[in-house]
């Protein structure tokens, strides 16, 4: 293709992505060029502990890069980014040691209470601003320093700058990512020493910071052999986490937006200048992660379609396997709220027995019991629509800012009954799309580095307005369904 040709690797909880970026003039144009699945492995002894299959995504990223560098001719970057908190540790050699755990794995639990007995939990958010998820880094790091490995480890990479590692040799921990540790003061944007101290992690462990933009090594050679035919490809800084990326990629116009970022998670709130770290910020479960450009993304996490996944995935082991348009279909014959989860519990955060723990907890709390798939993928449907209404007011109460739209981006674009259903709960206009939104703001970045386009997050986000095509979702009238229905969930997540 004619113009500058970037290239973007976007790993998510359920596949790969590694797509092409093209830049031309004040346009875009984005193709996926390679996908594969990201399937988490439980192996070891007595622990079966959940591991990334870390060399088959690296595998993954090479046959992404090379099918990149093959259809571009030149590379002009190649930027990362992936889900966030998990780490891979290093020895002296600079040999990673076992395979990076899953942060859905069971080794965390008990850790809070360590750390609690350490630091408050008022005083950890006073300190990092980041919502309570019982998987963020600190609590990993107080279950690895009991292993054995971590008698010889010497260095901690966080995922996207592991693989950033591998195809650079060169190390480094990029910010926005390392937000998600819980180890980082986002008034000063770097590591909290009064934090790392009271818990006694050591943060040197990890390589110096770098920012998105920033220069990030060069592809070994060797690493991608197509790629070098036109001389060194240089890897460059983006949003490394995904989420990061993904609202760069929000094709809002304005400042009065609030954005959910769906997949495996829906991440809902706000961009903002400045954190917000008062107890009642706390309360609510709200996060202060960086964001690119110096912003913050305050926003909380709720399940997401890892519910509906989950449930997908246990169908299809017990022999009743749904297709997904079909199921959606009947989904939306099934009455409105019927029953309603709390799509913030942590009591879904674990794999297996999903379709189990949903009826558990709409029998729990007295409400129907979903009986089939349809129901069942309603009930989720209707939870996380209930979830990001309550994030949204959530979001823009603590900011004491005013939102006239949401953006949905991210996996979540392609299910219309959702977006419909986010419309009427938030009772505001819903834009949907990107679905591709963390590598549009991982290319973004990359092109602005590169000089090839210039400005602040909302001029670059006017050169997406126009390579897209957005689809909006008016909100229906009533919003007293959607009250009455957040009474009847508990709300640990926090609610209006
Ligand atoms: C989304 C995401 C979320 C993060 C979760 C775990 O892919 O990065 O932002 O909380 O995964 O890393």
């Given amino acids: 293709p004619a ?56 595998r993954g ?9 093959t259809k571009a001719g030149r590379l002009a970057s190649v930027g990362i980014d992936t889900w966030a908190v998990d780490f891979g540790v290093l020895d002296a050699d600079g040999a ?12 965390t639990d008990g850790m809070e209470a360590e750390v609690a007995a350490a630091l408050s939990a008022p005083e950890l958010y006073a300190h990092t601003g980041l919502q309570h998820l019982p998987f963020n880094t600190v609590y990993q790091l107080c279950a690895a320093r009991r292993s054995a490995q971590w008698t010889v480890a010497r260095q901690l990479l966080l995922i996207p700058d592991l693989l950033s590692y591998w195809l650079t040799g060169t190390r480094g921990t990029e910010v926005t990512n390392a937000s998600t540790t819980q180890l980082i003061d986002p008034r000063t944007r770097d590591w909290s020493r009064p934090v790392a101290e009271a818990l006694d992690l050591d943060v040197s462990l990890f390589p110096p910071l770098r920012h998105p933009g920033d220069p ?68 609510a479960n709200f996060t202060n992660e960086l964001g690119v450009d110096g912003t913050v993304r305050y926003l909380r996490n709720t399940m997401g379609l890892w519910l509906l996944q ?11 396997r749904q297709n997904l348009p079909g199921l959606l279909g009947s989904a939306a014959k099934v009455p409105v709220l019927r029953s309603v989860v709390d799509a913030g519990d942590p009591e879904f955060l674990a794999p297996g027995g999903m379709v189990g723990r949903i009826a558990e907890a709409c029998r729990r709390t007295g409400q129907p019991v979903p009986r089939d798939p349809a129901q ?6 209707d939870s996380l629509a209930l979830a990001h209404r309550a994030a949204v007011a959530d979001a823009q109460r603590l900011s004491n800012r005013e939102v006239r739209t949401v953006h949905v981006v991210g996996g979540g674009v392609h299910n219309e009954l ?3 259903l986010t419309a009427d709960a938030c009772g505001l206009p819903v834009v949907a799309g990107p679905a591709e939104a963390a590598a549009y703001g991982n290319i973004l970045v990359q092109a602005r580095a590169a000089g ?24 229906a009238g009533d919003q007293r369904p959607w009250e009455r229905a957040a009474a009847r969930v508990r709300g640990s997540s926090g609610t209006t």
């Fill in 3 to 58: 113009g500058v040709a970037y290239a973007a690797v976007d790993l998510g909880a359920s596949s790969g992505r590694v797509i092409l970026g093209t830049v031309a003039g004040e346009g875009l144009a984005l193709e996926e060029v390679h996908r594969f699945p990201n399937r988490p492995v439980r192996a070891g002894g007595a622990e079966r502990t959940l591991h990334w299959d870390i060399l088959g995504l690296y």
């Fill in 61 to 69: 990223v090479l046959d992404g890069l090379c099918a990149a560098a």
């Fill in 96 to 107: 990673l040691l076992g395979n990076p755990v899953h942060y859905r794995d069971a080794r």
């Fill in 216 to 283: 990030a090594g060069e592809l070994l050679p060797g690493t991608v052999p197509v790629a070098e035919r036109h001389g060194p490809v240089p890897v460059t800084a983006v949003g490394s986490h995904d989420t990061a990326s993904a609202v760069v990629g929000v094709p809002a116009a304005g400042e009065d937006f609030a954005y959910i970022a769906t997949g495996t998670w829906s991440l809902v709130g706000m961009e903002l200048d400045t954190p917000i770290l008062t107890e009642e910020s706390r309360r």
């Fill in 310 to 320: 989950e449930c997908l995935r246990e169908w299809e082991a017990g022999g009743s």
């Fill in 376 to 381: 069942t993928a309603r009930c989720v449907l």
């Fill in 418 to 420: 959702l977006c419909q």
């Fill in 452 to 475: 090839a386009l210039h400005g602040d997050l909302a001029t670059l986000r006017t050169v997406l307005g126009s390579a897209l095509r957005l689809r909006l979702y008016e909100p």
